[in-house]
């Protein structure tokens, strides 16, 4: 898996050249309605969809040994924010990924970036057991939200099986609309990644839509990440816009839309 990374992201990369001193190109799918935007901190992509909700979204996180990137997964009311419910795979100090989860009003500082510092506290979900450290593994997680039952459910567990189980709920009142899916990794120290380092390959990245919007299939059918448009973040090694003193230090490599949704997070320095 980390040589068939490398290689795709070298593909993605290959895509992002120099213009100038100041000005850069990059690649951005049909799909990417939006961006990229740049921090120091976030990578990955938010649906843009307008009015359409959703009522789950999903990925498998592979990790590979080495790896210093979170992968988290959110639904928010916009691309600007708002209510949020949030999952990760968080790397602690001790080298192990443990599963949380955060719920809250946020305000997105980029529209179509939400930036997990910005939601919390976060706090341990256990029994997950999927992944003990960062020397490799896979986890699929879950957050869905039951509009019959008024609750939110995180869903975690090895692969994308039955093996997965119910993890942690929120309980809510009334209709919840939430317009704007998010997966993306989080990492501090983006700056510490070289150069087409491996991070994260998220696989099957879907969504479900309640009853009622069905722009994507039938209520709670399975669609690709990639059949709505996204907004693209990509991580530069201060933050801001990419130059030759601040290169990208963190991209998603390669860039939706793919059949399966599949696209992977690599160090992206330049």
Do not use: C
């Amino acid at each position: 898996m980390r040589n068939s990374r490398l290689m795709l992201a070298a593909s993605g990369l290959a895509t992002v050249a120099l213009l100038g001193s100041s000005a850069m190109a990059y690649a951005a799918s049909p799909k990417v309605v939006n961006g990229p935007n740049f921090t120091r901190t976030v990578v990955g992509y938010q649906i843009s969809s307008g009015d359409v909700q959703f009522n789950e979204v999903r990925a498998t996180a592979h990790i590979t040994a080495g790896d210093t990137t979170d992968p988290v997964l959110a639904l928010q009311s916009t691309v600007n924010g708002g209510v949020t419910y949030a999952v990760r795979l968080h790397l602690t100090g001790a080298g192990v990924f443990v599963l949380q989860a955060a719920a809250g009003a946020v305000f997105n500082t980029q529209s179509g970036t939400f930036d997990p510092a910005s939601v919390g506290p976060w706090f341990d979900v256990p029994g997950l057991g999927a992944i003990a450290d960062n020397t490799g593994g896979s986890a699929y997680l879950e957050i869905r939200e039951s509009t019959k039952g008024h609750v939110i459910n995180i869903v975690a567990g090895p692969s994308e099986t039955d093996n997965a189980t119910l993890a942690f709920h929120w309980s809510f009142l009334g209709k919840l609309p939430l317009y704007a899916p998010v997966v993306e990794g989080w990492n501090p120290a983006v700056g510490a990644l070289g150069l087409n380092e491996p991070e994260i390959n998220f696989t099957r990245v879907g969504v479900t839509e309640p009853a009622g919007s069905n722009v994507g299939g039938v209520a709670g059918t399975r669609v690709t990440f990639d059949f709505f448009n996204v907004d693209q973040t990509l991580a530069t090694a201060f933050g801001g816009a990419p130059t030759t003193t601040n290169p990208l230090a963190e991209v998603t490599g390669p860039s939706l839309p793919q059949t399966s949704s599949d696209f992977g997070i690599v160090g992206g320095a330049l």
